[in-house]
């Protein structure tokens, strides 16, 4: 006897197989549960670039006085040599350029940053969802994310030590002449922090793989 093939009943098995996929990449071990340790230092490291960036953004003049205060920073003589042939060359003549780069570099680094740990800790909610559609458009959007916060981990990383240069390169150590403020300068702290930063990415990259 001959049979026709029933479609639908063929059909539902490739659905079923492209759902378990999504379900598999959004329920590894590396993604089941979020980093907490590091969405909650982005979140920080994010808040504090996003806080300076917009300060320089609301301040609306911060391009026009970055020339004088690079100026009054080199007069002060504690800059590293190679740091201020640097800025005399590149900097200074280009301060206004400059000052709208730092500003809006800032401000949507910190804003990357804090996305993607927000996106982090909402992950458990995309993976319960049932929706094939949702459940894809939210691991393509995490991927995209998670490059995005490479960058702007990379770029706090070199804003931290800019600003670690400009103030002349403190002593990172015990230092008893500072012991009500503190001897780890803010630019240097930031910076360790985006270092953090870039290895949990490189790492939850890998893992994903």
């Known amino acids: 006897m001959i049979t026709q093939p029933n479609v639908h009943i063929e059909a539902r098995p490739t659905e079923q197989s492209v759902q378990r996929k999504l379900d598999g990449q959004l329920s590894r071990p590396s993604s089941q549960n979020p980093n907490l340790a590091l969405s909650g230092l ?18 609306g003049t911060f391009p026009d006085q970055l020339s004088g205060m690079l100026r009054t920073t ?22 206004t350029l400059f000052g709208f780069l730092i500003e809006w570099s800032e401000t949507l680094a910190g804003l990357g940053l804090m996305t993607a740990g927000l996106l982090a800790l909402v992950r458990p909610l995309a993976k319960r969802s049932r929706s094939s559609t949702r459940a894809r458009l ?17 770029g706090t990383l070199l804003l931290g030590l800019s600003y670690f240069l400009l103030d002349g390169m403190p002593a990172p150590w015990f230092v008893p002449g500072v012991a009500y403020g503190g001897a780890i300068q803010s630019g240097l702290f930031l910076a360790e922090a985006s270092v953090v930063l870039i290895a949990g990415q490189l790492a939850q990259h890998s893992q994903s793989q």
Do not use: C, H
Request: aromatic share 8%; charged share 10%.
């Open 42 to 59: 982005q979140l920080i490291v994010g808040y504090t670039w996003l806080l300076a960036g917009v300060d320089k953004i609301l301040l």
């Open 74 to 95: 080199l007069s002060s003589g504690r800059l590293p040599g190679f740091f201020v042939v640097m800025l005399q060359g590149l900097v200074m003549p280009n301060t």
């Open 138 to 154: 939210f691991a393509s959007g995490e991927r995209l994310l998670g490059i995005l916060a490479l960058l702007a981990a990379v």
